[in-house]
């Protein structure tokens, strides 16, 4: 997601409103995040529900165990995920 079209969706506005939360990551990730969870929070009424209903949450690198992500065997891709 880029950041044109993060701004031109629902929610947007988040960008200007709340700066903060884009200073110190990559937009696209954190654009990404805040739309999974906003379209999560519509539930049904979301186009994207199919998706996240069958969305395994072990599957997402933020509850991975440090033995998980050692697994990796790749220092810049665990220092990659323990940023998030």
Known sequence: MTRAIFKKSEIGFMLERHP???NDCDIDDMAIVLFYFHEKLKGD???FWPSIQITNLSELPYRW???EISEF???VMINYIKLF
């Open 20 to 22: 903060e939360l884009f």
């Open 73 to 75: 065997q790749d220092i």
């Open 65 to 67: 165990s440090e033995e």
């Open 45 to 47: 009424k979301s186009k």
